[in-house]
């Protein structure tokens, strides 16, 4: 059984939209991906990558891809109808009831709980309409933004891939950071609001 994305979610103050390919949303990502360079650069690789509109384009078509098979679909976050960020449930596993969710944020909204809420809704989704059973999120140690999500979220901290990559920004081998929620975990949590 394929998974039926939605194309839109509402959460209490985010709208989530699916980016799918089309030139405006393109141009959208870019110039938010372009006013955010510095802030994005030190743990994503992509940035360095997108460098015009057309990039931001064929990367939309790419990971439709993916979608089209079941294994990734990815929101832009939007409050007030301006896009702030991008979330993505990623190497969906039907089988072991298993994913990813990678996001980013641009600067002028960060510590606002947008992400947290934003995790919170696509979990939802994965949880209770998808069947998935765990829920991942891995991120570089020092980014502590982005741990700070997960632990916000109530994601378990799982352990540490030392130096499992190198980072150009930082010249060094980096650390990742494994985070995870369970079904059962997040029905918990669900008794408790």
């Excluded at 699916?18 to 006013?35: G, Q, Y």
């Amino acid at each position: 059984m394929m998974i039926k994305f939605k194309n839109q979610l509402k959460g209490r103050r985010l709208i989530l939209k699916r980016t799918k390919p089309n030139l405006k949303i393109a141009e959208v990502m870019f110039k938010v991906i372009d006013e955010n360079r510095n802030h994005l650069e030190p743990w994503f690789p992509w940035p360095k990558l997108t460098l015009k509109v057309e990039d931001s384009l064929k990367y939309l078509f790419d990971k439709e891809e993916e979608t089209k098979k079941g294994k990734k679909v990815e929101y832009g976050l939007f409050v007030n109808n301006e896009y702030i960020g991008n979330i993505s449930i990623f190497n969906i596993d039907e089988k072991n009831k298993s994913a990813e969710i990678g996001y980013w944020l641009s600067s002028s909204h960060t510590r606002n709980g947008f992400m947290t809420e934003a995790v919170k809704m696509l979990e939802k989704e994965a949880f209770e309409k998808w069947g998935l059973n765990r829920i991942q999120i891995k991120c570089d140690e020092k980014n502590k933004a982005s741990f700070g999500v997960a632990k916000k979220c109530g994601y378990k901290y799982e352990g540490k891939l030392r130096e499992d990559s190198f980072s150009e920004h930082f010249n060094g081998f980096r650390n990742t950071l494994i985070f995870s929620k369970l079904k059962s975990e997040y029905q918990k949590l669900q008794k408790t609001r």
